[in-house]
């Protein structure tokens, strides 16, 4: 308490006569801040009757959870990246993103040897295959009515071309289609009868709309 008193008797000083023992006002109450907290941390690492072996094991043990909690702060868009790497690894079709701007996102060749992408519509999960062939981006009524599409009030009129021939499909406007950090709004998508597509396919009015995209190998990279 003496300290303290002592402390506040040169802060009150140096803010009169701006300065105190050669500092600034400023300096003097950072210093007096730190002291406090400093006699505080004393009195109860002294006044716990423990030894002092073990006091300063307990404070290295703090000191080191400080230091993990830095580094993995300092540390977080590294980890966030290899985070997503794993989940594509243990995830068919889980979108990656390369760029810190998240206009580049890279995926993964599935075992059937087309390029899925596990994207959304609306907000909601939606596995899709990309088809460069297809004009338009596809939904299957299951994917359709995950979306949040009242599929009762369809109209199944446009005719369409897919891997089990012909259909019929029903045009919607998605509010929101989305691979990874890349998004499109009010975007045009067909929605299938029921059995006319196995899966939703991610069509060229999504892919056009992109600066550009290649294939390497067993990657297609997406650029935004």
Sequence with gaps: MAAIGVGLILLIASDTTGGGLGTSSNKTGQ????GIWGLV???GILGSGRRLGDIARSLGLWVLAILALIAVYQYR???QDFANRITAGLIPGS???ISDDGNTVMLEKLGNGHFGARGSVNGKTVDFIVDTGASASVLTLADARRAGFDTS????????QT??????AAVVVADSVSVGTISRHRIPV???????LDQSLLGMNFIGTLSGFD???DRMILRD
């Design 31 to 34: 210093a007096l801040y730190l």
């Design 215 to 217: 294939v390497r190998g």
């Design 153 to 160: 009030t369809l109209k199944f009129n446009v005719p369409v």
């Design 190 to 196: 067909f929605i299938t009868e029921q059995g006319s």
């Design 77 to 79: 868009y590294e980890l």
């Design 41 to 43: 941390l004393a009195a």
């Design 163 to 168: 891997a089990n021939g012909d259909a019929r």
């Design 95 to 97: 979108p990656l993103s």
